[in-house]
């Protein structure tokens, strides 16, 4: 005679069953016996939920991460010339597009390639003109590829008093500044451009050795004065 070691009770040799439990081995009867396959059943399907979760949980994760990088990515685009004489006429900002690289053409007005559609190969630029304005800076152009959204940043300054000194010119006077922003050819698809305009503070002009050179307000400060949104469709 032995004993179940789950509920304890005599049974003969022949009727209990040696199964393995927490690494060792346990006999037992005929109605434990189901009772103990069916906990270990329940601990097999929730480990193996406990899997299936953490999984899905790391699918999510780096779904999220790429989806952000997605959605985050931005490269370099573009260049800018400041007055270009053939812009010189327009106002506001503009989209300008053009078959080819309009400093290539010959081009004496931008106003007649004013558009928001273009065909795929075409040179997309964007104009823009700030008015009573001492100097611009072109900060930079980023594209973001999956969203197609191009982003433009200039900064524009106000006509600041040199200090007192020999060295430094008269002031700056406030004239139209025209910023052209070559983009290049863009792939097929829908754009937002989006122009960011950013208020630097005075500036003035130092001229050393036959050399101009900028001097910008003290401490340097750059804020927000406006935005523009464009749209472009490419197809």
């Not at 005599?10 to 434990?32: H, I």
């Not at 200039?154 to 004239?175: D, E, K, L, M, Q």
């Not at 983009?183 to 937002?192: A, D, F, N, S």
């Not at 005075?202 to 307000?217: A, F, H, L, N």
Request: charged share 25%; hydrophobic share 35%.
């Amino acid at each position: 005679m032995s004993l179940c070691d789950r509920c304890g009770r005599p049974f003969c040799r022949s009727c209990l069953q040696v199964v393995e439990e927490a690494g060792r081995g346990v006999a037992l009867c005929s109605d434990c016996l189901p009772k103990f396959e069916a906990e270990k059943a329940r601990a097999k399907l929730a480990a193996r939920r406990r899997i299936i979760k953490a999984i899905a949980v790391i699918a999510i994760i780096i779904g999220s991460l790429i989806t952000y990088r997605m959605f985050t990515y931005t490269e370099p685009i573009g260049s800018a010339v400041r007055n270009w004489p053939p812009a010189r006429n327009m106002e506001g900002v503009s989209i300008i597009v053009t078959p080819e690289d309009p400093r290539k053409m010959s081009i004496e007005n931008l106003t007649e390639y004013v558009s928001k559609r273009g065909k795929p190969g075409d040179f997309v630029s964007v104009v823009i003109t700030f008015y009573e304005v001492a100097h611009v800076k072109f900060k930079g152009a980023t594209l973001q590829p999956f969203t197609k959204r191009i982003t433009i940043k200039a900064t524009w300054y106000s006509c600041g008093r040199p200090p007192i000194n020999p060295f430094f010119s008269g002031g700056v006077s406030a004239t139209p500044e025209v910023l052209t922003v070559f983009l290049g050819r863009l792939q097929p698809g829908r754009y937002i451009i989006k122009v960011e305009k950013f208020y630097g503070g005075d500036i003035s002009w130092v001229i050393r050795e036959g050399k101009t050179y900028p001097v910008y307000e003290h401490p340097y400060r750059e804020e927000r004065s406006g935005t523009s949104t464009l749209y472009l469709w490419i197809g």
